[in-house]
């Protein structure tokens, strides 16, 4: 099992920034790589951002060039740094665990528990 807990999420306006941090813990040597995603009311999960072996990043074209995604292996922890928000941004934001071999990430059944982004003047 590995357990995910997010932070972060707040109330912020068009074009403000936000950082969202999710702390890992628990069996570790099952997962090689974690992510970003994000549900929005009325639409499906998608994916937002991921990270991997040697620290190779993903981007949703959506978000590419605003978000950028870290992570701290001492601390456990990924970060998700968020400039320039738009109102479409705002969402319940979840933390994953999952696999990349290079070619794609691969989610695995770990979730957060979300944190909600909004995004509104």
């Known amino acids: 099992q590995v357990q995910l807990v997010e932070s972060g999420g707040d109330l912020v306006q068009p074009g403000g920034s936000l950082r969202l941090s999710c702390a890992a813990s628990?069996?570790?040597?099952?997962?090689?790589?974690m992510g970003w995603f994000r549900q929005a009311p009325g639409k499906e999960r998608e994916l937002v951002a991921t990270i991997g072996v040697g620290g190779s990043t993903r981007y949703s074209d959506s978000v590419k060039g605003r978000f950028t995604i870290s992570r701290d292996n001492l601390k456990n922890t990924i970060y998700l740094q968020m400039n320039n928000l738009k109102p479409e941004d705002t969402a319940v934001y979840y933390c994953n665990a999952g696999l990349d071999y290079g070619d794609r990430y691969r989610p695995r059944d770990w979730w957060g528990q979300g944190t909600q982004v909004t995004v509104s003047a």
């Open positions: 628990g069996s570790l040597f099952r997962i090689n790589a």
